[in-house]
């Protein structure tokens, strides 16, 4: 993930989440609204599943297919979170969901260790394009 972020030349949300976190599940549909409202700025939905390994990857895509999820998906094969956490965010303690905002490119981050609105995600994209303050 962090070359990834690194060679990416747009902004990125990455958001962790587990099939077996409701929260994570119910606010995946507000990213996508919101990805969609800003495509003309190349933002990319990241959707990184922490589930553990016995999901992977069957119940995972069934998910994803069921759910009508379209993002880019990544499935974190790291169970040790002391060394992993940090690479997120050096405050985050493994919470689901959490979601990184990242544009490389402008050195933007903003880290959320906890669910999101609608509202909430849209006013965190806007500021990650730079058109919201």
Request: hydrophobic residues 35%; proline residues 7%; contains cysteine.
């Amino acid at each position: 993930m962090e070359e990834y972020i690194k060679n990416s030349d747009h902004p990125i949300v990455l958001n962790c989440w587990a099939t077996w976190c409701a929260p994570c599940v119910g606010e995946i549909p507000y990213f996508m609204e919101t990805i969609k409202k800003y495509s003309d700025q190349k933002v990319e939905l990241v959707l990184m599943s922490l589930d553990f390994a016995t999901a992977y990857p069957n119940k995972i895509v069934d998910l994803i297919k069921r759910k009508h999820f379209e993002a880019t998906f990544l499935w974190l094969n790291e169970t040790n979170a002391d060394y992993f956490c940090p690479k997120i965010d050096p405050k985050w303690d493994g919470t689901l969901p959490s979601t990184l905002y990242i544009d490389p490119k402008t050195g933007y981050r903003k880290f959320f260790g906890r669910p999101m609105t609608d509202r909430q995600i849209d006013l965190e994209v806007g500021r990650l394009v730079g058109l919201k303050k």
